[in-house]
């Protein structure tokens, strides 16, 4: 089994910024994606921004230019660093990880999320 563990959301006036943390603990091999997904009320659950261990990065339209997502692999740790926050950024933020785990009989690779923190944005 692995946990993720996020930190760092909060209440934010608009065009201020926060900082997310997400670390992974558990039986890990490897992460190949690693990201933050989005949810508002009454809306779908959508990609905010992903980090793949290679160094590619892939954003969603709407955050391109404001938030920049960062690992740090040797921690199994993904951050984003939201800048420009804007009212319609408020969601509940998810931790997404494409695992590599050790089992009993080997590896498998598993997809996991977090619990969720909340990001709210508003004068």
């Known amino acids: 089994q692995v946990q993720l563990v996020e930190s760092g959301g909060g209440l934010v006036q608009p065009g201020g910024s926060l900082r997310l943390s997400c670390a992974a603990s558990g039986r890990i091999v490897s992460i190949n994606a690693m990201g933050w997904y989005r949810q508002a009320p009454g809306k779908q659950r959508e990609l905010v921004a992903i980090?793949?261990?290679?160094?590619?990065?892939n954003y969603a339209d709407s955050v391109k230019g404001r938030f920049t997502v960062s690992r740090d692999n040797a921690q199994n740790t993904v951050y984003l660093q939201m800048n420009s926050l804007k009212p319609e950024d408020t969601a509940v933020y998810y931790c997404?990880?494409?695992?590599?785990?050790?089992?009993?009989?080997?590896?498998?690779?598993?997809?996991?999320w977090g619990q969720g923190t909340q990001v709210t944005v508003s004068s």
């Open positions: 997404n990880a494409d695992v590599r785990e050790r089992t009993s009989w080997g590896t498998r690779t598993r997809d996991y």
């Open positions: 980090g793949y261990s290679g160094g590619t990065t």
